[in-house]
């Protein structure tokens, strides 16, 4: 089993749509990590957050430390979201090195 | 642009060679980070440097693998006598501060092929 889990691995939504990708990991963390990467490998971090909730524009992402568990939400939701969505996790004694899910596809079509 | 940058951006070796790949972290950033990342997969840790120090190395780092930062800036990753299975995206990031918890800024990355 994996350290950190995401679900689901393909995500095909309607421009306008409310998304949800979920996260769980199983590991004690300092920060969780939600981060974006675009076809052609670049990745830019989206959020990092130890608790509660963090909201950007349309992208809101919140964490659940008793459950062990984070949700990134996209609202209306747009073509040029389209991308892969990583969830990772920094460790407490890992040192801030990063531990990643395989990621989910999100596809957003107009 | 002062973001993280990576070079070369491809290389397409046969297998057996020997190749070398360079990062040059955001300025001033302390922390610097190589990842290996395969089709269809997250990224894996390989290995960390606080300034000039490797500070840790995942076990996926074999003995062909070895990275250095002899400044504390710049930093390289050279694989030795590659196999088709060191085909991957090797990402590299850095992140600022020397404790606590940072926000990691990624280069495009160096895709390998070995033939």
């Known amino acids: 089993k994996n350290e950190v889990e995401q679900s689901p691995q393909n995500l095909t939504a309607q421009e306008g749509e409310f998304i949800t990708i979920n996260c769980s990991y199983s590991?004690?963390?300092?920060?969780l990590h939600w981060l974006q990467q675009h076809p052609g490998g670049g990745i830019v971090s989206l959020f990092m957050?130890?608790?509660g909730k963090k909201k950007h524009g349309r992208l809101i992402a919140t964490i659940n430390i008793q459950e062990k568990h984070s949700s990134l939400h996209i609202t209306a939701s747009h073509p040029r979201d389209s991308a892969v969505y990583i969830c990772?996790?920094?460790?407490?004694?890992?040192?801030?090195?990063?531990?990643f899910g395989e990621g989910t596809q999100l596809t957003v079509n107009p | 642009d002062t973001g993280v940058s990576q070079n070369p951006r491809h290389k397409i070796t046969k297998r057996g060679q020997n190749v070398t790949f360079r990062c040059d972290p955001i300025?001033?950033?302390?922390?610097l980070y190589w990842y290996r990342q395969t089709l269809g997969q997250g990224p894996e840790f390989l290995t960390y440097?606080?300034?000039?120090?490797?500070?840790?190395k995942s076990r996926l780092l074999s003995d062909r693998f070895s990275a250095e930062r002899p400044k504390g800036s710049f930093s390289t990753l050279e694989i030795q006598r590659t196999e088709q299975g060191d085909s991957a995206m090797y990402l590299c990031?850095?992140?600022?501060?020397?404790?606590?918890?940072?926000?990691?800024?990624f280069g495009p990355g160096t895709r390998l092929t070995v033939l």
């Open positions: 990031a850095s992140s600022p501060g020397s404790v606590g918890r940072r926000t990691q800024y």
């Open positions: 590991v004690g963390i300092s920060a």
């Open positions: 957050l130890s608790s």
């Open positions: 990772a996790v920094s460790g407490e004694t890992s040192g801030s090195r990063l531990t």
């Open positions: 300025s001033e950033h302390n922390r």
């Open positions: 440097f606080q300034n000039e120090a490797q500070l840790e």
